[in-house]
């Protein structure tokens, strides 16, 4: 696994447990999170906010089941389970696509897909 895929996994991780500082560490400072149709970020600190959206409660699980790497951008695709407050459990599909400057994430495209519950 290169330097890069396993930031990604230290990321995801990040997420799974709502690890502010695991998250942040394996960004850039200038950092832009695109969430089409939802939200897009700039920066660590407005990034930390979307970490516990507060529209969620708990963290997410997250399974990935690939994980593609060519150049500076790394590919995961996945399933999760995440609950929102006002909803209940939110099944969903994604495929985050992290590109690198040096051996830090400094842009995420997330594209997210609502599954059926299981």
Not at 45 to 72: M, Q
């Amino acid at each position: 696994m290169s330097q890069r895929t396993d930031t990604v996994h230290r990321y995801m991780e990040g997420f799974r447990r709502s690890d502010h500082a695991v998250i942040l560490d394996c960004l850039t400072d200038d950092v832009v999170w695109n969430i089409p149709g939802t939200r897009n970020t700039k920066g660590k600190a407005e990034f930390d906010t979307e970490i516990e959206n507060p529209a969620f409660a708990g963290s997410p699980e997250l399974a990935v089941e690939r994980t593609i790497e060519a150049g500076d951008v790394v590919v995961c695709l996945g399933v999760g389970v995440g609950f929102l407050r006002e909803a209940g459990p939110f099944r969903f599909a994604f495929n985050d696509t992290f590109t690198f400057r040096d051996d830090l994430i400094c842009q995420i495209d997330s594209y997210v897909v609502p599954l059926p519950p299981s």
